[in-house]
C-alpha cells in the first residue's frame, strides 16, 4: 500500500471511528455532538491531510456556529481577542531584531569566539535561548540561526556540519517553554485557562517557571547530541579561522530596537505594577517600530512580517477548544480520555504526586506523535487537563503547564516543527530523518524524567504545586 493509500485508510478509519463517538453516546446534548464532531474532523484533517493547517482551524471555527456549538459573537470576537494582537506585536517585534541584524549578531557573535567544534556548540546552545524571548515564531528563530551553520565546512565527508544542523533546531524547539511568548500555543494555553479559571500563567511567572527547564534541557540536548553524532576527536577539531563574525559596532538602528525591546520585556515582567496588558504593550512596541522617521520598518513592511495563517489558527483553536468547554463535550471525554492512564473523575486526586506528573508528561510528551501542531495538541488536550484537574481537586495552572511543556517536545519526526524541516534541507548538508529518531529515542525518556525532576526540585516550590 502507498503512503498516499494508507493515509487516506486512516483517515476513514479515523471518520468512521469519530462518527461511532459522536452518534452513539446517549447522553450527549445536541450542541456537545457538533462540538465534538468539528472538533475530530479538524484533528483528522490536521493528522492525515496536507491540507493548510490554519485553514482547518479557521474552516472548523465558523461551523460551529450554524451547528450552534458557538454563536456569531463568539466567532467575532476571537478575531479581536487580545491574544491575536499579542501575536502580531510579538511578530513585529522579532521583524524588527530579525532586520536590524540583531539576531544574527547574538548567535554570530558567541560562536565566533568558538575554538573547538564542542565549544562552537555549547556557545550556539547559549546563543539560542534568549532568542525565545526575542522572536516569537520557532521557525523565525531557525531562520535567524542559519547563518550560523556556514562556521562548519559544507563537506559530506565532515559529520560535524550534520550534527550542527540537527542542534539548532532541536535547541530552539526544547528551549520554547523559556518564555510565555515563545510559542501560540503558550498563549493559547493561557486563554484556555482564563476561560475557565479566570487566571493567568503572567509573563513573568511563566519565565520563573519555564526558563530553568529550558535552559537545562538545551543544555541535555546539546550533550547527548555532541556524544551521539559525534567522536571525541570531532568534538575537539578546531573550527578554521575564516569562522568570524561581524564585530562592527552597533548600528542607530540596532540601538533603537534594543530600546523598544528592553521596553517592552520590562514591561511584560512588570504587568501586576503597571496594569497594562502584555497585549497592549506588545501593540504599543509594534506602533513605536512602525512610526515614520522614529521606527525601524514601514508599517506595511511590519505587516507582511505578521503571520496571519498562525494567527488564524491560533484564532480558530481557541474557538474549537471553548466550544468543547461550553457544551461540556471536553467533561464528557474527561474520563475517557484519561482513563488509560489512571487519571479518570476525580482519581487523579487520591493518587501519589508523582503519578500524577508522570502521566501527565508522558501523555502530553507523546501526543506530538498524532499531532504534529504545537496549537493543535494544546487545542485537543488544554480543555480535558483543565477539567480533569477541576474533577480531582488538584491545582489546574500546574498541570497546564506541565502538560504546554510536556507538548512543546516534537523531536521524532522533521514534520513536527517547520524548524526541523528548515534544517533538514539546507543546502551544503542537513540533518537525515533518521538522525532525529535516533536522538528522540534518547531526549524523550529524558524529557519526561526532566519534567517530573523539575516539578519536585523547582516548580512545586514555585507556586505550581499540585
Not at 536590524?100 to 556548540?121: D, E, K, P, W
Not at 511567572?205 to 543544555?219: I, K, M, T
Given at each position: ?219 541535555i540536548a546539546c550533550g547527548v547530541i555532541l556524544r551521539l553524532f559525534l567522536t571525541p576527536a570531532q568534538r575537539g577539531a578546531a573550527i578554521e579561522a575564516g569562522a568570524t563574525t561581524d564585530r562592527a559596532a552597533l548600528s542607530g538602528t540596532e540601538w533603537r530596537v534594543i530600546v523598544v525591546a528592553a521596553t517592552t520585556f520590562g514591561l511584560w515582567f512588570t504587568t501586576d505594577w503597571h496594569g497594562l496588558e502584555i497585549a497592549t504593550v506588545a501593540i504599543l512596541a509594534m506602533i513605536a517600530l512602525t ?176
Amino acid at each position: 500500500m502507498t503512503s498516499g493509500a494508507l493515509r487516506w485508510a486512516m483517515a476513514a478509519l479515523a471518520f468512521a471511528l469519530l462518527a461511532a463517538l459522536v452518534i452513539l453516546p446517549a447522553d450527549l446534548l445536541p450542541p456537545a455532538r457538533a462540538a465534538l464532531a468539528v472538533f475530530g474532523t479538524a484533528v483528522i484533517l490536521w493528522t492525515t491531510t496536507r491540507l493548510d493547517a490554519a485553514w482547518i482551524a479557521f474552516a472548523a471555527a465558523v461551523a460551529l456556529v450554524p451547528l450552534q456549538a458557538a454563536d456569531q459573537a463568539e466567532l467575532m470576537a476571537m478575531l479581536g481577542h487580545n491574544i491575536i494582537w499579542l501575536m502580531a506585536g510579538a511578530f513585529v517585534i522579532g521583524a524588527a531584531i530579525q532586520s536590524s541584524g540583531l539576531a544574527a549578531r547574538i548567535t554570530g557573535g558567541i560562536a565566533a569566539r568558538a575554538r573547538t567544534t564542542a565549544q562552537l556548540f555549547w556557545l550556539t546552545t547559549l546563543a539560542l535561548i534568549p532568542l525565545t524571548f526575542l522572536i516569537p515564531s520557532t521557525s523565525g528563530r531557525a531562520a535567524a540561526a542559519l547563518p550560523a551553520l556556514n562556521l562548519l565546512p559544507a563537506d559530506a565527508a565532515d559529520t560535524r556540519r550534520r550534527a550542527f544542523a540537527l542542534l539548532i533546531p532541536v535547541v530552539i524547539l526544547v528551549a520554547t517553554s523559556a518564555a510565555l511568548t515563545g510559542a501560540g500555543s503558550h498563549l493559547l494555553a493561557q486563554d484556555l485557562l482564563d476561560q475557565r479559571l479566570g487566571e493567568r500563567f503572567g509573563f513573568a511567572n511563566w519565565a520563573l517557571w519555564g526558563l530553568p527547564f529550558a535552559a537545562v534541557s538545551s543544555a541535555i540536548a546539546c550533550g547527548v547530541i555532541l556524544r551521539l553524532f559525534l567522536t571525541p576527536a570531532q568534538r575537539g577539531a578546531a573550527i578554521e579561522a575564516g569562522a568570524t563574525t561581524d564585530r562592527a559596532a552597533l548600528s542607530g538602528t540596532e540601538w533603537r530596537v534594543i530600546v523598544v525591546a528592553a521596553t517592552t520585556f520590562g514591561l511584560w515582567f512588570t504587568t501586576d505594577w503597571h496594569g497594562l496588558e502584555i497585549a497592549t504593550v506588545a501593540i504599543l512596541a509594534m506602533i513605536a517600530l512602525t512610526a515614520p522617521r522614529v521606527g525601524v520598518m514601514s508599517f506595511k513592511a511590519g505587516m507582511k512580517a505578521v503571520n496571519w495563517s498562525l494567527i488564524l489558527f491560533v484564532g480558530g483553536a481557541m474557538l474549537l477548544g471553548q466550544a468543547l468547554i461550553n457544551t461540556q463535550a471536553a467533561g464528557w471525554l474527561i474520563d475517557r480520555l484519561f482513563a488509560l492512564a489512571g487519571l479518570e473523575g476525580s482519581r487523579a486526586g487520591t493518587l501519589p504526586e508523582i503519578a500524577v506528573v508522570g502521566a501527565v508528561a508522558l501523555i502530553s510528551t507523546a501526543s506530538h506523535l498524532f499531532l504534529t501542531s504545537h496549537v493543535a495538541r494544546t487545542a485537543a488536550l488544554g480543555p480535558p487537563f483543565i477539567l480533569m484537574a477541576q474533577s480531582a481537586g488538584i491545582e489546574p495552572i500546574a498541570v497546564l503547564f506541565i502538560a504546554t511543556v510536556g507538548m512543546n517536545y516534537c523531536l521524532t519526526l522533521p514534520a513536527c516543527s517547520k524548524a526541523l524541516l528548515l534544517f533538514q534541507d539546507v543546502d551544503g548538508g542537513g540533518f537525515r530523518p533518521a538522525d532525529l529518531l535516533r536522538l528522540s529515542a534518547v531526549l524523550a525518556p529524558i524529557n519526561v524524567a526532566l519534567m517530573i525532576a523539575a516539578y519536585f526540585a523547582w516548580w512545586k516550590w514555585t507556586g505550581l504545586a499540585l
